[in-house]
């Protein structure tokens, strides 16, 4: 049997299998930022996968990235998630929710009038949708050294009201071009000050947030996902050396948390960076490794149980989205629903909770 279906101790939890439900952005939100009914019957559907990890949720609104993105800042929207989490668990699941800060992929417009900020006044060159049209990301305001801390307490008080929703934990997203990827990365941090400047200084901030999450929950309760070398969204990491630097210098800064998992994307988990990457992590002996290595095809299960052997567990996109019940198809090699892409960001029941289990796949839908 494949080691897909093994249990895993990560953080405070043991898994029941090593297929980790991705962090997924679907847009089925309100504009209030709360989740509705359709957000737990969504995740509930997926509650056998060894672990969930729910869409990147907003600090607050002037943090938001995307139309239909749900929060956690509001007395609703921390029911709202109550309300999921609670029947996650009751179906037997696990789910930890990812936060994150878009920066400068974001409009003032989904902000409620809030200009985006970032690391530097550097414009990320690519657009974003609000609730009318696509637009240009602007140029956003460079965060002054005094906000710094306002930043870190959004970040720790999402972490809590997580736990509050009833959360198992919270992953930081710290990866696919957003602020705290705009801090690591040398192209979109520019600054001068002790946020930049050397690796050292571009995973400071970084660093400070599991510090604060760690503190606030516990750090068997946190994990972060990190995509070095993904240039994507406008950043730029080229140079191994000053990747590795940074990367390699945040994990062994935070080693002494012991942090539940840290979560990585890369094209290449097995090269020579990523192996050296995952042995910082592993170095505490306590945090977990999970990888996902992207490619618009989705994860299928043989590369599902490469990546495994690589880490500690998989993380899985697409095929989660599409496959309710996917534990049960890859573990008795039942064939598996294909995704539908035109549905990913629409709002709404189709392509979101409409997908088949099995036997019923065929079911025209």
Not at 211 to 237: C, F, M, W, Y
Not at 285 to 311: F, H, K, M, P, Y
Request: glycine share 10%; charged share 25%.
């Amino acid at each position: 049997m494949s080691s897909l279906f093994d249990s895993l101790e990560l953080g405070r939890l043991t898994l029941p299998n090593r297929i980790i439900m991705a962090p997924l952005t679907r847009s089925r939100a309100g504009r209030d930022g709360v989740p509705t009914p359709l957000h737990e019957t969504y995740y509930t559907q997926r509650s056998s996968m060894g672990l969930i990890v729910t869409e990147g949720v907003f600090t607050t609104v002037s943090r938001r990235s995307f139309p239909g993105q749900p929060g956690i800042d509001t007395p609703e929207q921390i029911a709202g998630w109550r309300r999921v989490a609670d029947s996650v668990h009751n179906a037997g699941g696990h789910v930890f929710m990812q936060v994150m800060n878009g920066g400068r992929l974001s409009h003032a417009s989904l902000q409620e009038g809030a200009q985006p900020v970032a690391p530097s006044a550097v414009a990320s060159g690519t657009a974003v949708r609000d609730f009318e049209s696509r637009k240009d990301c602007p140029v956003p305001r460079a965060l002054d050294t005094s906000e710094i801390p306002t930043v870190i307490d959004e970040f720790r008080k999402a972490a809590r009201n997580a736990i509050e929703a009833g959360m198992d934990g919270v992953e930081l997203h710290g990866a696919n071009g957003y602020l705290l990827h705009q801090f690591l990365s040398p192209n979109s941090n520019l600054r001068e000050d002790a946020y930049g400047d050397s690796p050292e200084n571009r995973f400071r901030l970084i660093e400070e947030i599991l510090r604060a999450a760690a503190d606030e929950i516990g750090a068997d309760r946190v994990g972060i996902r990190l995509s070095p070398q993904t240039n994507i969204q406008g950043i730029e990491e080229t140079d191994p050396a000053d990747v590795l630097a940074t990367y390699g210098g945040l994990l062994d800064a935070t080693a002494d948390l012991g942090l539940a998992y840290v979560s990585f994307i890369h094209a290449d988990p097995a090269g020579e960076l990523m192996t050296e990457l995952i042995a910082r992590a592993r170095a505490n002996g306590r945090a977990r490794i999970i990888l996902n290595s992207g490619g618009a095809e989705g994860t299928q299960r043989d590369r599902a149980e490469w990546l495994v052997q690589q880490g500690d567990a998989v993380s899985v996109g697409r095929m989660a989205i599409s496959n309710p019940d996917l534990v049960r198809r890859w573990k008795e090699d039942l064939p598996v629903n294909a995704p539908d892409v035109s549905t990913f960001y629409t709002g709404g029941e189709r392509g979101y909770t409409d997908y088949p289990f099995y036997p019923d796949s065929d079911r025209e839908r």
